[in-house]
């Protein structure tokens, strides 16, 4: 077997330093009635490189891709173009097969990249500081509930109905074991956002209020002024973004007043996966420092004053505070991370900008494109690259047919709403710099053929 | 908090007056190449991307930004560079032996990653019809299939993160199963083994418990009689990893599950080290309810420099109504996901947004698919030996606490019992970075002074092995005598030791010029 370097000599010579009779005697401990005699029958043997990789190619093939059919899925996660150069600096061994880096001097790489990715994720969030990563954007959105639970010293927050339903399930299911009160506001297919709900639903018990930015059908809530309220009860505002090239355009978080921005990074490097690995984005205010959960890394010198990076204020992480500490997590999304903050340094500032103006010219271009189909129309006052349509029939029903056509052509809010029969006909549209002419009139064409 | 090494050191830019020449210009050395911050190097207006040309149409309702995202980039051959010259500074299993206890160094497959990269995996979303990712769902329900039968379990919830998110979708497992008992508000109580990994007590807590501590025997098992004597009306279940943190199989282990069961609590098991015993011994016939299995540890999906992991977590039939959503089903109709909360009225809840690590669990089955079910059992044999053989070879010059208790298992735990005075475990873990190995894991577990865990896995050769050895032998000698030069270890690295009381006490966290 090619991945086992032992062969039968040196077996047997290791068990002679041993003193061992046999591989057996080394599983003495476990007890009789649970030892197994030989491979669990009924499953298969070892198999080649080959065979696997034909089994596996097989089970790809059975898969519409995105790169096959014209495509407008987000709901949470987006397709973006990927420059080559990303996935081959991810591949690079040192990065690929290394550990969290405990032994600084030796993880250099992997915490100077951590460093400059928490300084992308604070400028890009408009915060002061931010993590070296959480798993997804779902439980990071938690982590900043819990964090601000234990900042303010309150139990409630309010979650506006913009908020994608799988974080908030995520965060009600998380809360009905913390003891903690969510006020879950409902998901409303109009044209703008619920504020108003959101702001009449602060009171001075709240901990927290969790706004979607853009939310979850593409609305773009006004976070200064729920910041405002917010903070006018001594509630932190959490904006939560899924989307981060829309900060390409539109504005910070924390410079309209979040105290805290997690986010979904996986716009950026990561690519679509079927849902994971994920890269959840965490960055805050510095006087929330020593409460956020997560790895944390920072510049220091080593013994010859060299500049250098460590990760740092462990005591408040699980290894060293055990029942006490501000998170369970422990590993990471750190390679994810990386092909972030790549995706990014490739971009910069401008870059982002660029492609942020052409997802969403793309997305004003399907809008107006779908919007002319008859019995179809846009419910969104605005948006940035995603937006609801309201259907004439079922969503579900429309996008099964257009799969059947060989276009994915967005997801049904009720996929992410299953028990409101009052939302089954919206359906979510997204686009990107990837998304081209020909796919908006592909999709244009196949809509009307549908719904006619 | 801007006064950390503000005159610090980094590489020049390649200007010198004359007056006082260096031993180089750069502050470089041939190979050895630093390199500056992205923030030192990169431009606002410089970007490494193209873009089809796009005439831009903005909304005029789009509320738009005041100034540009205030971020550097690099044209792709800075950019190539600058990655590829930090990735110089880590160490990696593709570099060497990497015997970090408890976490599984292992080699990573390459075809895993060629298969990860497949299309029909990495370029499909989450929320597409069912009818479209017929495959991405059988790897799914395949990998399901596979962790079932190496456990013995009856269910697997599939989608947690990591290690610590499994932990957590176990033990709200059992809280669940416990409300539908009438009992989630009388058993608070965890109990838990003080050799156990941090995440396990700050997992009970998160999941609503209150944790109290087993004491280890001398033996580095549980203690058994502290823990019968705890058992209670009030205890919800025990965490217990095995083979345990000091590389021993809890040997009581059936003895305990059904002392638990009988009290009326769960059996939640770290499965941080089923690696040990996978294909060899079922958790579910030990009496286990739920276990997590570290997909980047026992199926050696890439550790990434932190992650990504994955956290399946499998069930007893006890626990597996409770698994939370989604569920991938299997049956005669073929393979769908089941999502609604009116299909799964028992499930507790939702761990995270869409469904796992699909990124993972086509690794993790590429590799189980290679090995089978007979090289399964060869990876726990390999890896128990090799770790035996590390034992074996260095007891003679190190404090093995518990070489009497035993084989070990797949990691030999060592102490700092020994060393001279002012010589500790740390001098010795530097001093395996000069030797080019990457340090064991140090100070963990808690039960032994000064410990180091060494776990070497199945994936090294004998020789690999031996030289390894050898270092070790040396710096054992090393330490016990009290050499000096090992207090300034290392001294090849990138860096030499680290202020890790500077970083904390003046906390920078970002590049702030």
Known sequence: MRMLPLGAADRAAMLATIGAQAIDDLFVDVPAEAVLHGPIPGLPLHASERAVERHMAALSAQNLTAEQAPFFCGAGA?????????????????????????????????????????????????????????????????????????????????????????????????????????????????????????????????????????????????????????????????????????LGLIESPGALGADVVVGEGQALGVGLQFGGPYLGLFACSEKFLRQMPGRLCGETVDADGKRGFVLTLSTREQHIRREKATSNICTNSGLCALAFSIHLSLLGGSGLERMASISHSRAVATARALGAVAGVSVINHTWFNEFALRLPRPAADVVEALAARGILGGVPLSRLCPDRADLADVLLIAATECTDMHDIAALAAALGEVLA | MNDINTAGWRPSLGTIDGAALPDTVTGNRALDLQEPLLFEIGHADRSGVDFDDVEPDVLPTLPRRAARVDLPGLSEPECVRHYTRLSRQNYAIDLGLFPLGSCTMKHNPRLNEKVARMPGFAAVHPLQPQSSVRGALTVIAELADWLVRLTGMAAVAMSPKAGAHGELCGLMAIHAALDARGEGDTRRVILVPESAHGTNPATAAFAGFAVAGIPAGPDGRIDLAALLARLGSDVAGVMITNPNTCGLFERDIKTIADAVHAAGGYVYCDGANFNAIVGRVRPGDLGIDAMHINLHKTFSTPHGGGGPGSGPVVLSAALADYAPRPHVVRDETGVRLVEAAADLPQAFGRMCAFHGQMGMFTRALAYILTHGADGLRQVSDDAVLNANYVLASLRNVLDAPFAGSGPCMHEALFSDHGFAEGFSTLDLAKGLIDEGFHPMTVYFPLVVHGAMLIEPTETESRAALDQFLGAMRSLAVRARAGDPALRAAPRHAPRRRLDETLAARKPRLVWRG
Request: charged letters at 15%; aromatic letters at 8%.
């Open chain 1, 78 to 246: 987006y397709r973006h173009h990927i420059p080559a150069s990303v996935d081959h600096l991810i591949q690079r061994g040192e990065f690929l097969t290394a550990y969290t880096p405990y032994q600084p001097e030796i993880a250099q790489g992997t915490l100077q990249v951590l460093f400059e990715f928490q300084t992308q994720v604070a400028r890009l969030f408009g915060c002061d500081v931010a993590n070296a990563s959480l798993y997804d954007g779902s439980t990071a959105c938690w982590e900043a509930i819990a964090m601000a639970t234990r900042v303010t010293r309150r139990n409630r927050a309010v979650l506006s109905g913009g908020l994608h339903p799988h974080y908030a399930e995520t965060a009600a299911t998380m809360a009905r074991f913390a003891g903690d009160d969510l006020c879950m506001l409902p998901t409303r297919a109009e044209a703008d956002s619920d504020d108003a709900a959101v702001i009449a639903a602060i009171d001075g018990q709240t901990a927290a209020v969790v706004v979607q930015y853009p939310d979850v059908m593409g609305r773009i809530p006004d976070l200064a002024a729920i910041a405002a309220a917010a903070h006018a009860q001594g509630a932190l505002l959490i904006a939560v973004v899924t989307e981060p090239v829309a």
